[in-house]
């Protein structure tokens, strides 16, 4: 058991770039959560994945993001044409059916 | 996004001192979480809290579900430096099915502990 790994850690774009993230989950986990972290505050829920499939998606996901889990197992989460509100911290989670989310260290991206 | 009224927003104690933050919510809660949170890391889970009422510890750490679903607060006794870090209050308002996991958060309590 090696964590929840996210790729990259930190990513420095252009605003109007694509980007696009990778998280790997604890191996069994089935539930994999995409969660967003501006400065001083807490994280809050972007979306998340039974399996494969896309169960919810939080009204902060806009039609620029979009979230893949395509063999249920690592997931990533694409940012189209970046703008520099999209800096933040995006953590990813996961967890074997209802029990405890297993945070990743995230991965930062700053727009410039 | 909603979140929740979490305070203090930061305390500064002398090592050896207790520490006791607090969160509140406009809306019922039926999971409370604590978690803590390193520079450079995701958060990590202290406590679970299932039930109205109950109080859990781990080690140093003691925390209570409120007993209206809208509130719990989080104890740290006799703290130490390493203790230090932003202490998040997590409620999940789902008991199960499939928006578990679905985590309203504080705007953290940022903990500095002085030798």
């Known amino acids: 058991d090696t964590g929840v790994s996210q790729d990259p850690r930190h990513k420095i774009t252009k605003r109007g770039q694509n980007v696009t993230f990778r998280c790997d989950p604890i191996?069994?986990?089935?539930?994999l959560y995409w969660y967003r972290q501006t400065l001083g505050q807490g994280p809050e829920f972007l979306t998340y994945?039974?399996?494969?499939?896309?169960?919810?998606k939080s009204r902060l996901l806009s039609d620029r993001f979009s979230a893949e889990r395509p063999k249920g197992s690592f997931s990533t989460l694409e940012i189209q044409r970046t703008e520099q509100g999209d800096s933040a911290m995006y953590l990813c989670?996961?967890?074997?059916?209802?029990?405890?989310?297993?945070f990743g260290n995230g991965t930062r991206l700053t727009v410039t | 996004g909603q979140q929740l009224n979490q305070s203090p927003q930061s305390m500064f104690i002398q090592e050896g001192e207790d520490v006791s933050m607090n969160c509140t919510s406009s809306?019922?809660?039926?999971?409370w979480l604590w978690y803590k949170q390193e520079p450079g890391e995701g958060p990590v889970l202290l406590i679970a809290?299932?039930?109205?009422?109950e109080l859990t510890s781990n080690g140093r750490l003691t925390a209570q579900f409120g007993i209206t679903r809208k509130d719990s607060f989080l104890n740290i006794s006799a703290s130490i430096p390493s203790d230090v870090g932003i202490y998040f209050c997590?409620?999940?308002?789902?008991?199960?099915?499939?928006?578990?996991?679905?985590?309203?958060f504080g705007q953290g309590t940022i903990l500095t502990v002085h030798p």
């Open positions: 989670a996961s967890s074997l059916e209802r029990r405890s989310l297993h």
């Open positions: 809290l299932y039930k109205a009422g």
């Open positions: 997590a409620g999940q308002a789902s008991a199960g099915g499939t928006s578990y996991g679905k985590l309203t």
């Open positions: 809306s019922i809660f039926n999971t």
């Open positions: 191996s069994e986990h089935n539930r």
């Open positions: 994945f039974q399996n494969e499939a896309q169960l919810e």
